[in-house]
């Protein structure tokens, strides 16, 4: 594995570890390497808010699919249409709230965890590959995982990109990158 | 009723991938995302049987898409990969995208066999 600067778990009293490491957060649900995620006493507050968050976020991605209905060995583009809008949402989420003075502390847990998780699906993207593979439509099983990446990749980059530079002045591109452990 | 069943699903998976994802992290500290891939891979391979099984509608609303639909995320992958290639990562987001890819859909392809001998 690569030495990284940012690979790293927090440093900090009683970790060990050198004050004031830096890393950049990587899965936007929990990064433990984020002081900020570690556990605290809002933990029942955050799980209530995923859960919220996951209905919401789940009812909308059936309305989607009953909006695109396919058939089987068609190509499932209410999917791809669920996964790269889901994918936008959470790069313009992250970048606002990695970039707030203080972001609410259930705003990742109730919007992210929850709405965004919920609506976005890994399960059933694999299951329709397979299906496709199995209908032996290789080709076609290829060409929806590859959409779907290259587009997932997309709305993220596209997204983010431009929150940073539409952020108010005052908002940091990323607020927590650098945080000093005393 | 339908909408009722996602609901309950979704309710339990959602935290469900909030705890696996805190579980996985700490146990394995890393860049990786290991937390990701594993609710990811786990939802799959439920799924899979659930298709396989030809389960019954309520039960496929249920289980299929609320708490799997919940458990698993496409956002974090996205998310993850492109950060993962921004910070000069870039085998570990192209080794993210690989290994979800080939552990996903071959998780399906298991639950679904595991299903076929539900039916």
Redesign the interface.
């Known amino acids: 594995m690569p030495r990284l600067s940012g690979d790293r778990l927090p440093a900090g009293p009683n970790t060990g570890r050198p004050a004031g490491t830096q890393f950049r957060v990587i899965d936007p649900d929990v990064d433990l390497r984020d002081p900020t995620q570690q556990p605290g006493g809002l933990r029942q507050w955050a799980l209530a808010a995923a859960s919220a968050g996951g209905i919401l976020g789940a009812e909308a991605r059936y309305g989607v699919s009953l909006a695109m209905p396919h058939q089987d060995q068609q190509f499932p583009w209410s999917t791809v249409v669920i996964n790269s809008t889901g994918c936008l949402l959470i790069g313009l989420l992250m970048t606002v709230l990695l970039g707030a003075p203080s972001p609410h502390r259930l705003a990742r847990p109730f919007l992210g965890v929850g709405v965004l998780g919920g609506y976005t699906t890994y399960s059933t993207f694999a299951v329709e590959v397979q299906r496709l593979v199995l209908q032996h439509r290789p080709l076609v099983a290829v060409g929806y995982a590859v959409l779907t990446v290259l587009a997932c990749a997309g709305a993220v980059w596209l997204s983010s990109t431009l929150t940073a530079r539409a952020l108010p002045a005052g908002w940091e591109s990323e607020r927590t990158t650098a945080v000093e452990h005393r | 009723m339908?909408?009722l069943l996602?609901?309950l699903?979704?309710?339990?998976?959602?935290?469900a991938?909030?705890?696996t994802?805190?579980a996985v992290?700490?146990r394995y500290?890393?860049?990786?995302?290991w937390?990701?891939v594993t609710v990811?891979v786990l939802?799959?391979l439920?799924?899979?049987v659930v298709?396989g099984a030809r389960l019954s509608a309520p039960a496929t609303a249920l289980v299929?898409?609320?708490f799997?639909?919940?458990?698993?995320?496409?956002?974090?992958?996205?998310?993850?990969?492109?950060?993962?290639s921004q910070?000069?990562?870039r085998?570990?987001a192209a080794g993210n995208?690989a290994l979800?890819?080939v552990a996903?859909?071959g998780?399906?392809?298991i639950g679904?066999w595991l299903g076929l001998s539900l039916r």
């Open positions: 339908t909408m996602i609901a699903g979704a309710a339990v998976g959602a935290p991938r909030y705890l994802d805190r992290q700490s500290p890393a860049l990786f995302p937390g990701t990811n939802a799959a439920i799924l899979g298709v299929g898409t609320g799997c639909g919940a458990l698993s995320t496409y956002s974090a992958f996205g998310y993850e990969t492109l950060r993962l910070q000069g990562a085998w570990l995208v979800s890819l996903g859909i998780a399906a392809s679904w």
